[in-house]
C-alpha cells in the first residue's frame, strides 16, 4: 500500500488526503493540532514539522511528503526558512518524493498571464520567502515538484475572497476588498489545487519544475454576483478598500500591514496560465458555479 506524509491540516490538506485515501493509498496527516479529516485511512499526528528528527521520524518509510503549511502571514520571512529547512532535511534523510504547495508571490509584477516558466523575480519579503523555499528545494537534488495556486476559493478557503466577501454578500452587508473590483483576477477552487498536488505526485515528468493549479478569472464583482444569485442573497454591495482604509487596519492586527506587498498594480488584469497542467497532468478547473455551490 502506498503511504504519503501530508505536513498541515487546512481545506488543501484534507482534500488531498482524502482523495489518495479514496484511491486506497495510506496517509499520515502532520500538524501541531493534530487535525484533518476522518477515515480509515488517515491518521492525523500532532507533531511541530520544525522539529526535524520528529518530523524525520513521522516520515521514514513514506512514498511521498507533501506539505501545504505555512507559518502566520506577517511571519513568512521569519518563520518560512525555518519550516522549509525542516521539511527538506527530512526529505533528504527519508528519500521521498516532494510535493510542495506554493503561490504566486514569487513572480512579483507580471505583464500578461503568468506561466510556471517565469523566473521568480519578487523583490519583497513574502515574495522572496516563497521563492527560497522552491529555489533551495530545487537546487536540493531531491525528487520535488511544486503546485503553485492562485487566490483560493471554495469549501474551506482562507483568502481575502473568503473573509472579506463570501460573507458579507450572503448577509447583504457591504463588503470592502483589498483589490479592484472589475479587473480580471484568477482564483483557484480547493479541490482543483489538491487534485493537482495529486496529479503531479504520480508523474514522474512533474518533478524538478513548477506546475500552476486550475483557475477560473473573472472580476472580484463577478464572482460575488454568481454567489450571491446561488444563494439568493440580494444583489452584492463592494467597495474597494483604500490605502488609508488598510494603514487604519494595520492598527488592530499585523495582517492587513501585509497586503500592501502582494495587492495588484492598478488596472492590471492578475491572470493565471495553468494550460500545461491540464495538458500534462490532466487536471481542469472545476466549473465555478460548481465551486460556489460546494461552498454553500
Do not use: C
Amino acid at each position: 500500500m502506498t503511504f504519503n506524509v501530508i505536513v498541515g491540516r487546512g481545506a488543501t490538506a484534507s482534500k488531498t488526503a482524502l482523495l489518495l485515501a479514496e484511491d486506497g493509498e495510506r496517509v499520515r496527516m502532520i500538524s501541531r493540532s493534530g487535525g484533518g479529516p476522518e477515515h480509515p485511512l488517515v491518521e492525523r499526528v500532532a507533531a511541530d514539522a520544525t522539529d526535524t528528527d520528529r518530523l524525520t521520524e513521522l516520515t521514514e518509510g513514506a512514498d511521498t511528503l507533501f506539505t501545504t503549511a505555512a507559518p502566520p502571514y506577517h511571519a513568512w520571512p521569519r518563520e518560512f526558512p525555518v519550516l522549509s529547512a525542516s521539511l527538506l532535511t527530512a526529505v533528504r534523510r527519508s528519500g521521498v518524493a516532494y510535493v510542495m504547495l506554493g503561490n504566486l508571490y514569487g513572480y512579483g509584477p507580471v505583464d500578461g498571464p503568468i506561466r510556471p516558466d517565469l523566473p521568480l523575480a519578487a523583490t519583497g519579503p513574502k515574495g522572496r520567502a516563497r521563492a527560497r523555499v522552491w529555489e533551495e528545494a530545487a537546487a536540493s537534488g531531491v525528487k520535488v515538484t511544486e503546485v503553485r495556486a492562485a487566490q483560493f476559493y471554495g469549501a474551506g478557503a482562507y483568502s481575502v475572497f473568503s473573509l472579506m466577501v463570501r460573507r458579507q454578500v450572503l448577509e447583504g452587508r457591504l463588503a470592502l476588498v483589498s483589490q479592484e473590483l472589475d479587473v480580471p483576477h484568477s482564483y483557484s477552487a480547493i479541490g482543483d489545487t489538491a487534485r493537482t498536488l495529486v496529479a503531479a505526485s504520480r508523474d514522474e515528468q512533474a518533478y524538478g519544475r513548477a506546475w500552476h493549479a486550475p483557475a477560473s478569472t473573472l472580476s472580484v464583482r463577478e464572482l460575488a454576483g454568481r454567489l450571491a444569485e446561488l444563494a439568493g442573497a440580494p444583489r452584492p454591495r463592494l467597495e474597494e478598500l483604500t490605502g488609508r482604509d488598510l494603514t487604519l487596519l494595520e492598527l488592530t492586527d499585523p495582517f492587513w500591514a501585509e497586503l500592501h506587498e502582494v495587492l495588484t498594480r492598478p488596472g492590471h488584469p492578475f491572470v493565471v496560465d495553468w494550460s500545461e497542467t491540464e495538458k500534462v497532468l490532466g487536471v481542469t478547473a472545476t466549473p465555478v458555479d460548481d465551486v460556489l455551490r460546494e461552498m454553500l
